[in-house]
């Protein structure tokens, strides 16, 4: 069966402390693998879609990288605002669209 | 663009009640997803509309769950009759059959 793990369910950081976050995917036939950044009382909000192995994508403190089995979002130096939950998502193609998602991982920075 | 518009934003009611929760996409996206989020089972997909034809309602919970999409701008998730278990956020998305672009989420209490 398809599946999306994201580890680990919660992460604690320092402020400047690096760290990543994994998804790992089981899907065949991977369309596109997506982040999303998922604020308390909001909805997901996009960030990345990497579509092929090898592939990375950076935005501010983030960077999204891709391999044949699993994704990691990188985070350097974060900062309190960095603070949410991180949901991982998969597209097989073959679904019209639908998009299968991880538990995410909390993230919680401490100034 | 105004992004995705769910309404109410949140709902009150009892149980038995009926619940009639309301989206309209991204102008120009020709599918549609509604999500429910709850901390025991993370997000998931209840129901997708591609050009306006249910495309996979698998994720329905009950009989008591519908959803309908007689346009395309505007999409309604009814639930009757209402029970304390349907407590959660309910999201709605739109896409192109690539990126999903979330709603602000309706979060539902039934007493």
């Known amino acids: 069966e398809d599946q999306v793990t994201q580890s680990p369910e919660a992460l604690r950081l320092q402020e400047g402390e690096s760290s990543s976050l994994n998804c790992s995917y089981t899907v065949s036939g991977l369309r596109g693998l997506f982040w999303y950044r998922q604020d308390p009382g909001k909805g997901p909000e996009f960030l990345f879609t990497?579509?092929?192995a090898g592939e990375e994508k950076e935005k501010e403190r983030l960077k999204a990288t891709l391999t044949k089995k699993e994704s990691f979002l990188h985070i350097t130096a974060p900062k309190p605002e960095d603070s949410a939950t991180y949901l991982c998502a998969v597209d097989r193609g073959s679904t019209l669209g639908r998009l299968y998602f991880g538990r995410g991982t909390q993230l919680t920075v401490w100034p | 663009d105004a992004g995705v518009i769910q309404s109410p934003r949140h709902e009150v009611t009892e149980m038995g009640q009926e619940v009639t929760l309301r989206c309209k996409p991204i102008?120009?996206?020709?599918?549609l997803f509604w999500y429910r989020q709850t901390m025991m089972r993370g997000l998931e997909l209840l129901i997708y509309f591609n050009n306006n034809v249910p495309i996979d309602d698998s994720g329905m919970p009950e009989d008591r769950f519908s959803a309908k999409m007689p346009n395309a701008s505007f999409s309604t998730l009814k639930i009757q009759p209402s029970e304390p278990r349907d407590s959660a956020v309910y999201f709605c998305?739109?896409?192109?059959?690539?990126?999903?672009?979330f709603g602000p989420g309706t979060r539902l209490l039934v007493l």
């Open positions: 998305a739109s896409s192109n059959l690539g990126t999903q672009y």
């Open positions: 990497l579509y092929s």
């Open positions: 102008s120009g996206h020709n599918s």
